[in-house]
């Protein structure tokens, strides 16, 4: 049955899995088409991720390819892993039929479809870390040290989950202090690359871009349950939308009470790692949603058996969320504004015309689609074409002054056309 579930997960993840990639995905790319030199002492200094991934990336591209597919097939992969082990935990834990409904949960969790279909390092840190805690409970402490050193080498903030192990394997202390000697071993060689990412991200304190990435506030607290029960959708309506989450949230909540005296493990690995990125977060912004999905498994666990102690109302409740996942998870493969940045279609309008941008920072996706000779930094810009498109993509972040939009009409471009392609904004002028 679990292989059922597995192929049900498979088939939800393909679907739209050929949609545009957006600017990370791009950079994701063309690291993979860097050497290995290059990548180490180009690119990941200035970056805020460890190497795993992209090597994954870069090493799978020499033999699939560098389409959009292509490039998101290992992220489908580690999705369906997931599955898998959340299956074998729960029914380690608790029993088969809890297990196989951990495992539906799993596979029909827009949050956990959106990002096995991204090409970037979430969906392999939610799988390490899942594993991670399968290993724990097997006690299988090599392959633990292994996954481990793994996990470190794929996502910082997925370390969050160590203090877990650290409070509930005192039992098995000693196994479980050597078993983080090789990580530690990896971090002393890393050390210096992962130093320059530091002191690069504290750099950005302060500005737009600081708030980009997930500082501590209540709004970016508060969107963790909100998107871990319904993904990546939203409506028009925020009042609607508010009181639709409320109310789940409370539906989840009311089951979740029913377990609350159960495993401490999963408990630990879905309360203490949020509870961390949040205290971490008013120092270094890493409160995202997205970067906590490696909790998820637990929260479906927890919720699977808490659904099994109900016993007139059980199966009512268990459709109730099923329906939850798969509505949201439909919606958003089926709705087109609620994916990715469309790039692919905003080079397609552009055609062979040139584009301003205002830093070259925002180039990477135009890169990979083919028009990286049609760029002209704003500084660059003397205006003699005759049209040109200027990119109005998170400009406040990158032109907060809004000098490039000045430049261009104070060179006698008048503004003829506004695209919005899925997030990708780009004004077109004539001259």
Known sequence: MIYLIIFVGLILRLISSNQSLWLDEATTA????????????????????????????????????????????PSILFGLGTIYITYLIAKKIFNSRIALLSGVLMATSGLSIYYSQEARMYSLAAFLVTALFYLFLEKKWILFSTVLVLLGASDYVSLFVLPVFWILGFKNWKKLLFSHVPILSFFVIWFPIFQKQLLSGLSLEGSNWWNLLGPATFKNAALIPVKFIFGRISFDDKTLYGIIAGIAICLFSFVLFKVRKSSKLLWGWLV????????????????????????????????????????????????????????????????????????????????????????????????????????????????????????????????????????????????????????????????
């Open 272 to 431: 203490i790692p949020i509870v961390l990125g949040i205290l971490i977060s008013f120092k270094i912004p890493t409160l995202s949603y997205f970067r906590f999905i490696f909790c998820l498994p637990a929260l479906y666990i927890l919720v699977a058996a808490g659904l099994d102690k109900f016993t007139k109302y059980r199966y009512l409740l268990i459709t109730i969320f099923l329906l939850i996942n798969i509505s949201s998870s439909m919606y958003y493969l089926l709705t087109p504004r609620f994916q990715r940045e469309d790039w692919r279609k905003a080079v397609g309008e552009i055609g062979e015309d040139v584009i301003i941008l205002p830093a070259y920072s925002q180039t990477e996706a135009l890169e990979y689609y083919g028009k990286g000779d049609q760029i002209i930094n704003i500084n660059n810009f003397e205006g003699g074409q005759k049209v040109v498109w200027l990119s109005r993509y998170v400009w406040w972040v990158f032109d907060s002054t809004d000098l490039a939009r000045k430049k261009v009409e104070s060179l006698g471009y008048n503004k003829v056309l506004e695209n919005n392609f899925n997030g990708v904004v780009f004004w077109k002028y004539n001259k």
């Open 30 to 73: 063309l690291v993979a088409k860097m050497s290995l030199g290059d990548i180490f002492t180009k690119f990941l200094p200035g970056d805020f991720h460890p190497p795993l991934f992209y090597l994954i990336e870069k090493y799978w591209s020499t033999i699939f390819g560098y389409s959009e597919i292509a490039l998101r097939v």
